[in-house]
């Protein structure tokens, strides 16, 4: 493998002040990765620099035709100091998919691992340590091409940025509003909804900004095709607990793979709960909801780890989940991730990866 080349920023960066609740996304480190790729050459230069603006050609590919995909994993800080990553391989394999799916290049899965570890590693004293918070890692590539015209493009750019962050909704672990959104779709099978893709996000934000005007936090998407199956709430994957049995959405072509939607099933199945992955029409959820059998309905996803719903709207129909509380499943999910996160627990064999 290239060895990545180290260039430490001359002016550090003040990091956040203690006293400050940190929030998500607005700060960035000291320091990203950065690695070009051109066709015939591959990937070259693979390297560690101060945190920078970037000068692109306007023309470049990536603002006409969003060749573009994006990752979102986690570092944490235990309290014997160690850093570990939360599933990176889970990740990288899914970045490779969405690469695939969005015609840029692989990245080799060695190289993608060391560039997490080291530009990690570089700014690990910006890993917060407060509760609730960790050091949030963005890796994205870009289609840097000077070229108007549909295809892909020949050279790309593969980057990581780090950003320390408290809790994703400044509520906490409160339960969220949630709006069934029965007109706009995010994705359709066959479409892009599988990849981690700017695309998905910008056909999310109409819906968005009414569910918001509305007052609800989120948007709880159906299929494409039909308006009628449950796919998946906001940016996270969706689980419902009805009569005791946990249910999920199957991965159905339009939905995103979720690494936490992984992890929370396979921990419902080492508790011996009973874990079904399968169609849910919104007929089932309003029925279940109505009746009282919906025990509990959460999000998943690396930002929040899970996000308890609380209420449901269908056009005039408000339908309140676990009254207002997060529910025992829910809270239980959340402790166990986060503590398998944080060191405190020992989860199964590849899900802490320690950084040198
Ligand atoms: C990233 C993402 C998720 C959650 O995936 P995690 O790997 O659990 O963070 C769910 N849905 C969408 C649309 C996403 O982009």
């Not at 002040?17 to 998500?24: D, S, V």
């Not at 590539?141 to 015209?149: C, K, N, Q, R, Y």
């Not at 199956?229 to 979720?258: C, D, Q, R, W």
Request: charged letters at 25%.
């Amino acid at each position: 493998m290239q060895t990545i080349r180290i260039e430490r920023t001359a002016c550090p960066k003040e990091k956040p002040g203690k006293e400050n609740p940190l929030t998500f996304g607005t700060i960035f480190t000291d320091h990203m990765f950065e690695v070009d790729y051109e066709e015939g050459k591959g990937w070259y230069d693979p390297r560690v620099v101060p945190y920078h603006k970037l000068e692109l050609e306007p023309s470049s590919m990536v603002f006409h035709y969003g060749q573009e995909m994006f990752e979102g994993l986690k570092a944490y800080k235990t309290e014997e100091g160690k850093i570990l990553l939360f599933r990176p391989d889970k990740n990288i394999e899914r970045a490779n998919r969405s690469n695939d799916r969005l015609c840029i290049p692989e990245i080799p899965e060695e190289l993608f691992l060391e560039a997490l570890k080291t530009v990690v590693s570089v700014d690990q004293d910006w890993i917060p340590t407060k509760p609730g918070t960790s050091l949030y890692i963005r890796p994205f590539v870009i289609a840097t091409d000077p070229f108007l015209g549909v295809r892909p493009s020949h050279t790309y750019k593969f980057m990581i940025i780090l950003s320390p962050v408290g809790a994703y909704y400044a509520s906490g672990l409160d339960p969220v509003k949630i709006w069934i959104e029965d007109d706009y779709v995010r994705a359709v099978k066959g479409g892009i909804g599988e990849a981690k893709t700017g695309g998905n996000y910008v056909a999310s934000l109409a819906a968005q900004v009414k569910a918001h005007e509305e007052g609800y936090s989120q948007v709880l998407w159906l299929d494409g095709v039909h308006r009628k199956y449950i796919e998946e709430v906001g940016a996270m994957n969706i689980f419902f607990k009805i009569n005791g049995v946990v249910i999920t959405p199957e991965l159905n072509g339009s939905i995103l793979p979720g690494v936490t939607r992984d992890s929370v099933l396979s921990l419902c199945r080492d508790w011996g709960i009973k874990v079904e992955e399968r169609k849910i029409s919104v007929d089932e959820i309003v029925a279940a909801a109505r009746s009282g059998e919906m025990e509990e309905c959460f999000g998943t996803g690396t930002a929040a780890v899970v996000s308890p719903v609380g209420e449901l709207r269908l056009e005039d129909e408000r339908m309140s989940i676990g009254g207002g509380k997060i529910g025992e499943l829910t809270q239980r999910c959340y402790d166990t991730i986060t503590g398998i996160q944080l060191g405190r627990l020992t989860g199964p064999e590849g899900w802490s990866v320690e950084v040198k």
